[in-house]
């Protein structure tokens, strides 16, 4: 199959999405429309009322752990099917008739020619990856059953043996975020203090200390090659702080590479492209923006939300982000386009982190109601809940598999006496060896890790979203948590200015 390209994309002449897709928008579309006309219903809001109204309808007065709001909200889903069935008009209300004329239409705003250019660059790279993504999807599917379930009770068994390593002290102030750098052997901390710490993994030893935040930092963010094959004098690291400010760092200087100024507020969260070329910002202004690293300038000033933005995260293929708001609600944003391709409407209280499953179509939000929600974007839909913590959900992570780091030992060399023998070549490739690097590869995005603010780290199922473990921590706050490329090890910072480290408890 030929590598697919932005010019080979529109030149494809058997490509037949254009009237689906045509049919789908219209489907939205009327939905949207829908939804619009439900919002102007005019619907009693006493529960007893509401109830009598369902009975006159035939539908039942209450389900199972069914609220009064939800009462009313089911109510008008109803009616507006009904409606919307019958080609009627629905009744409104005076008020609500008078605020559906002064909404505001939505709005585009002329981009500059950098922008442009960097739409391009972006479709250009994530086209390619998508194709080798979808490829690598249609492999799995094919795989036996059995084979899968082999791997499933392989990978889950080692998540269970999670157990706490140690805890070290990181600042003076509690710690925001922790990440683990690309070749898992650093691990990036920010904290309220306005410093970023750099400390050597497992040993938790400090190797610097970054200080170029006036206030406190929010995110931090690995470039993609960062301390693998990108230089120690180039950009390996970004920050957001709470003046607003967005920093550019190396690994050889205490002092920021470049200051990206623009956000008229505290900056949450960062983000790093899949690429590297770009840098994304969250912040309590109600945007989010898209910096250029070579340039250290604004491509791009996004709105959408009606209140402050927390969280913002990057899809794997690099066509996609992801926004989460306190106003609860989440947007996905097409980059090539600047459309917004879905909204996440489900929460009831703010949104706090955000991530994309590897498999490039799921993505998990975290919120202020302690639930996780699981969004697909085929369905354009939330698919499942999950009462995840007793407080606050405050960081979301998938597991993402690198093949940097993929190790397979021939079982024939576990009991040799000489293992640095002469390499042996083989005409055939190894069935083991595929066999492993099979279940490598699909064990990329099977497990997550969520921190709440019940201080307790918990590690999920990515398929049937079941708990597989519970970590505790030493705090009553944790305010981050990531884990390992290699699956070797998982962190998380809390709010008593401690970071812990969990690795399986063979490897401990």
Excluded at 46 to 65: C, M, N, S, Y
Excluded at 473 to 489: E, F, L, P, Q, R
Aim: aromatic share 8%; net charge negative.
């Amino acid at each position: 199959m030929s590598e697919l390209t932005l010019d080979t994309l529109m030149d494809d002449g058997n490509y037949l999405g254009s009237e689906r897709a045509r049919m789908e928008n219209k489907v939205i579309l009327d939905e949207l429309e829908r939804k619009k006309k439900a919002r102007t219903l005019a619907v009693p809001t006493d529960d007893t009322r509401v109830k009598a109204r369902l009975r006159e309808i035939g539908e039942p007065i209450t389900l199972f752990g069914e609220r009064a709001a939800d009462r009313r909200d089911r109510l008008i889903y109803v009616l507006s099917q009904i409606n919307a069935a019958r080609g009627e008009d629905m009744q409104v209300d005076d008020d609500s008739a008078d605020e559906s004329e002064e909404e505001e239409e939505e709005f585009y705003t002329h981009g500059t020619l950098e922008l442009l250019e960097a739409r391009r660059k972006i479709a250009v790279y994530s086209l390619p990856r998508a194709q080798k993504r979808i490829a690598q999807q249609r492999i799995d599917s094919k795989m036996d059953l059995g084979r899968i379930v082999d791997i499933r009770k392989k990978v889950f068994s080692e998540v269970k043996k999670f157990a706490n390593l140690g805890s070290q002290i990181g600042d003076e102030r509690p710690i925001s975020q922790v990440r683990f750098a690309p070749n898992n052997k650093i691990l990036a901390t920010g904290s309220w203090s306005g410093t970023v710490k750099l400390w050597n993994i497992p040993a938790c030893t400090p190797i610097r200390a970054l200080r170029g935040h006036s206030d406190r930092v929010g995110g931090v963010a690995w470039h993609p090659e960062a301390t693998l094959g990108l230089g120690p004098d180039l950009v390996n690291l970004a920050s957001g702080g709470g003046e607003g400010n967005v920093n550019l760092w190396s690994m050889n200087s205490d002092a920021p590479l470049s200051v990206m100024s623009g956000h008229q507020d505290r900056v949450c969260r960062v983000a790093f492209h899949p690429s590297g070329d770009y840098v994304a910002s969250a912040s309590f202004d109600t945007t989010w923006r898209l910096w250029d690293v070579k340039t250290a300038e604004s491509l791009q000033m996004q709105e959408g939300h009606s209140r402050e933005v927390y969280s913002v995260e990057f899809q794997d293929d690099g066509a996609l982000v992801a926004s989460g708001g306190l106003d609860a609600i989440g947007r996905v944003w097409d980059l090539r386009t600047g459309r917004t391709a879905m909204v996440l409407d489900g929460h009831v209280q703010a949104i706090f982190s955000i991530g994309f499953s590897p498999n490039g179509y799921q993505i998990a939000t975290g919120a202020g109601d302690d639930t996780i929600r699981i969004w697909d974007m085929r369905s354009i839909k939330s698919v499942y809940t999950i009462p995840a913590h007793l407080s606050n959900v405050s960081d979301v992570r998938f597991f993402r598999a690198n093949d940097t780091f993929f190790k397979y030992i021939p079982k024939a060399s576990e009991n040799a006496m000489d293992v640095e023998g002469p390499d042996v070549s083989h005409d055939a490739p190894d069935p083991e060896e595929a066999a492993a690097l099979e279940e490598w590869k699909y064990r990329s995005g099977l497990f997550f890790a969520s921190s709440g603010y019940d201080g307790l780290v918990k590690l999920w199922s990515a398929d049937d979203w079941q708990l597989l473990r519970t970590l505790s921590t030493d705090a009553g706050k944790v305010m981050s948590v990531d884990i390992s490329s290699n699956g070797n090890m998982i962190a998380s910072g809390t709010y008593n200015r401690n970071f812990q480290l969990f690795e399986p408890e063979d490897i401990v």
